[in-house]
């Protein structure tokens, strides 16, 4: 698939893109190896999971390093691969405005900085996902209510989803830029059944085995609603997206959040 992509900073690219995977064992993992081994211009350089000495990495002559492992381990690593000069990809959860602040800081270091060092995180890296992120923030502002449910497998180990989190927060943000008033809720305090609380979105979480990763976005007004829904069914449907970050990283110094800000939605 070709997915159009927005203008980046020019910056030198090498040849091949030698890639290091972490958490190369796991569902994302064991994908991701075999897409970058199969993509032209990328090299495998490194296989890293749970266990494994960093120097596996970091001496492995990697340009790139794509993170999906557990939100708990995740920050670190990216801290290790600032440190050893690699650019980082990043599909694992668990990501919070402080984290993201930490890389901030940790790439504005004069040496960091100086190696133009890339990091592109990526809540979701499905086609589906980001086009439908982008327009239920499009269509925020239009709609009085709004409740986003994500729904996936049963051994994702967070919940709500990063997709979902980042969902809700595009939408909160497009709602008070228009000065809009919280979503119409009479529910008294203390019921579990209303769902987390996301920047003011409500967001419910489903586990059920036979999904994969599936989002839908409800927007209402009185007497009409919009449905927003992608389902990633296979997780080959996300290489495409982690391939572009991995061509595109090396081209972005500083920290990148959301897919959306490498394709051309315009
Ligand atoms: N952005 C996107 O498009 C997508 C993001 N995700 C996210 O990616 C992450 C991974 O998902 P998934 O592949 O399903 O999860 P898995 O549990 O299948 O894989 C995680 C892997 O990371 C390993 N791991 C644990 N700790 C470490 C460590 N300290 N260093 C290196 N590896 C470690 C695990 O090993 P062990 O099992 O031995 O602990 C496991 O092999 C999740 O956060 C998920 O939400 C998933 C799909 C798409
Ligand atoms: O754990 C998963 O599977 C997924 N995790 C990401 C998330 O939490 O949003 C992306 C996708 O939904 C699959």
Aim: proline letters at 5%.
């Amino acid at each position: 698939m070709t997915i159009p992509v927005a203008s980046a900073t020019p910056s030198p690219v090498p040849e091949t893109i030698n890639v290091a995977v972490l958490g190369a064992a796991g569902r994302m993992g064991r994908t991701v190896c075999d897409a970058i081994e199969a993509a032209a211009g990328l090299e495998l350089v490194a296989r890293y999971d749970a266990g494994d000495d960093f120097s596996v990495v970091r001496e492995s002559g990697a340009h790139v390093a794509v993170d999906f492992t557990v939100p708990g381990v995740t920050e670190a690593n990216v801290h290790a691969l600032l440190d050893a000069g690699i650019h980082a990809v990043v599909g694992t959860t668990g990501w919070t405005d402080e984290s993201r602040q930490r890389v901030r800081e940790h790439l504005a270091q004069p040496a960091v900085a100086a190696a133009r060092t890339g990091v592109l995180i990526a809540p979701n890296f499905g086609l589906s996902a980001v086009l439908a992120m982008t327009f239920a923030a499009r269509a925020a502002r239009y709609f009085e209510s709004v409740e986003v449910i994500e729904l996936h497998h049963p051994d994702k180990i967070d919940a709500p989803s990063g997709t979902a989190r980042h969902t809700a927060a595009a939408i909160a943000a497009a709602r008070a830029d228009a000065g809009m008033a919280p979503s119409p809720d009479a529910t008294e305090t203390g019921h579990d059944a209303r769902g987390a609380d996301v920047d003011g979105v409500r967001v419910h979480a489903v586990r059920l085995r036979g999904l994969v990763a599936h989002e839908e976005i409800l927007f209402g007004n009185v007497g009409e609603q919009l449905s927003i829904r992608q389902d990633s069914f296979d997780r080959v449907s996300f290489m495409p997206g982690v391939l572009l970050a991995v061509r595109e990283v090396v081209t972005r110094p500083g920290l990148t959040v959301g897919l959306e800000n490498v394709l051309d939605l315009s």
